[in-house]
């Protein structure tokens, strides 16, 4: 499967942005899970986001909720990361991720195998 990852930009702090991700090529079944993670400089990478197809559902990191929300566009096989109230904090390259099949540990970067390119996001303060 092919993640194609784009709207990143820069932004000032307390703005919003809008992150989306399609996947294309061998398709998964139902139950498979698409998400963000990013990762800043000298920092590991870490969960942000993550859609269970099967369910319709999302799920977010607790330093993003209440911010940040995962979206899905089911006919396009697109997942969308909704960023408002953006913080210096959130600058990071985001990449887009999927996995073929819903994990509980799905914050785990280690389960993921399928990477987009990155998009980068600065927020500037």
């Known amino acids: 499967v092919q993640l194609q990852a784009s709207g990143g930009g820069l932004v000032q702090a307390g703005g919003s942005l809008r992150l989306s991700c399609a996947a294309s090529?061998?398709?998964?079944?139902?139950?498979?899970?698409m998400g963000w993670f990013r990762q800043a400089p000298g920092k590991e990478r870490e969960f942000v986001a993550a859609f269970r197809w099967s369910l319709n559902r999302g799920y977010v990191a607790d330093s993003v909720k209440g911010r940040f929300t995962i979206s899905r566009d089911y006919a396009k096989n697109t997942v969308f990361l909704q960023m408002n109230s953006l913080k210096a904090e959130d600058t990071a390259v985001y990449y887009c991720?999927?996995?073929?099949?819903?994990?509980?540990?799905?914050?785990?970067?280690?389960?993921?195998?399928?990477w987009g390119q990155g998009t980068q996001v600065t927020v500037s303060s």
């Open positions: 991720t999927a996995r073929a099949s819903w994990t509980v540990d799905y914050t785990n970067v280690r389960h993921y195998d399928n």
């Open positions: 090529g061998r398709t998964f079944g139902n139950n498979y899970a």
